[in-house]
């Protein structure tokens, strides 16, 4: 018997310039007065015109998600189940929609799973620990290449470590990919945010745990990654390959290079996909022809990455970063093999902090 996983995939998806504008047609329609729905939305957008396109209600509950200020944790999370319930006397939505980077779409899709769930967003952290199903949720992209769109992830920082919640149940019953949500998002997020889906592909094309179906995904993503990034691929390029990246996770993993930006946005406070961009400049040796690529990509978007951004950690730092990474067996399992524990020791990883 394969170990693969069941291949969910999201059931509903619509493409295209201004498709954001048919979100009432993926919403469960309201019969009653009380029904609402939940909209989290990257604050960035707070004044712009994707708001106003939403037809929002005075029922309808609405969170702007900070999330430039840090990625989002467990105890926000939570809090925002509490405010909700509050608010509506314990009334549950009747769907969430995420509109927003990974950030934004992973709180909405945590937000499901505890509002059907008893207790913290913390519990549910790893994988298929749900037992119930969520709310009925949307996922609506805004910046390109987490694949969080697609993935049955949804990924959080605890107290001590960042974690996902891997579940059916974490899954979108909608996702709207318009390009027109992407076209203003600054060069060196798009980069970042795009480089993620990227090392998504790279890493699991690499990988041990891939199987053909996830391969057929993951090496078309990074082509359309390739020819946006070093070449003048599109916008809609970019969605479609942040969307097949995802889905090629659901049937393989990451790798090194995620085990150890985890450990960065840890301690640093790094964004995702700037942390896997510095941690992927020093893995020539795991990836290297990629990483090749990745520093061709680099130049010609004029990004410089930073040097030495672990100098100022002390040695207890260190140990959290590399106790975070030990933990990602998974992914270390999927870059490695079942021995990877003989191959990325704590002292390789600390080598390859103290490179980056
Ligand atoms: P993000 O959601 O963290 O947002 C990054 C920045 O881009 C923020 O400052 C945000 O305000 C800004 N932004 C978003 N849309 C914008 C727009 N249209 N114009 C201008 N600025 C905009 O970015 P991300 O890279 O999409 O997601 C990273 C997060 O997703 C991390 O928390 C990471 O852990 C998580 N992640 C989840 C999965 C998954 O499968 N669930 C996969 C990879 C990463
Ligand atoms: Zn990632």
């Known amino acids: 018997m394969s170990n693969f996983r069941i291949f969910k995939q999201v059931p509903r998806l619509l493409f295209g310039e201004n498709s954001i504008n048919r979100l009432a047609e993926l919403v469960p329609a309201k019969k009653d007065p009380k029904d609402y729905y939940v909209f989290i939305i990257d604050d960035v957008h707070k004044d712009s015109n994707i708001v106003s396109r939403l037809n929002l209600t005075n029922a309808d509950f609405i969170e702007y998600f900070p999330a430039s200020k840090k990625e ?12 909700i319930m509050k608010e509506k006397g314990n009334q549950k939505p009747i769907s969430i929609i995420g509109i927003g980077g990974g950030s934004s779409m992973d709180v909405a899709k945590a937000i499901s799973v505890v509002l059907c769930n008893e207790g913290s967003s913390s519990l549910y952290q790893g994988w298929d620990l749900v037992p119930n199903p969520g709310i009925h949720k949307i996922g609506i992209p805004t910046v390109a290449g987490s694949g969080a769109e697609a993935s049955r992830t949804a990924v959080l920082m605890g107290k001590d470590r960042k974690f996902g919640i891997n579940s059916d149940f974490s899954m ?7 390009r027109t949500l992407i076209k203003n998002v600054p060069t060196n997020q798009r980069f970042h945010s795009g480089m993620d889906c990227y090392i998504h592909c790279v890493e699991s094309l690499q990988g041990t745990m891939i199987n053909e179906l996830a391969r057929g995904y993951a090496s078309k993503a990074l082509d359309l990654c390739e020819l ?11 969605m479609t390959a942040s ?5 090629s996770i659901v049937n393989s993993e990451v790798g090194v290079c995620h085990a150890l930006s985890y450990g960065l946005s840890l301690e640093l406070g790094y964004r995702h996909g700037y942390a896997n961009c510095i941690a992927f400049d020093v893995l020539e040796e795991y990836y290297g022809p990629y990483v090749e690529k990745f520093r061709k990509m680099l130049k010609k978007h004029n990004i410089v990455l930073p040097k030495g951004v672990t100098k100022s950690l002390d040695s207890a730092a260190l140990n959290r970063m590399v106790e975070m990474t030990l933990r990602m067996e998974r992914p270390l399992t999927n ?3 079942e021995n990877w524990k003989q191959i990325l020791t704590p002292d390789k990883i600390l080598q390859l902090y103290a490179r980056m």
Not at 172 to 178: N, R, T, V
Not at 243 to 247: E, K, Q, S, W
């Open 228 to 238: 946006v990034f070093l070449a003048d691929g599109d916008d809609d390029m970019l």
């Open 335 to 337: 870059a490695l093999g």
């Open 72 to 83: 989002p944790a467990t105890y926000q999370v939570d809090e925002i189940k509490e405010r």
């Open 243 to 247: 969307y097949l990246g995802g889905v």
């Open 172 to 178: 979108f019953d909608a996702i709207i990919l318009d």
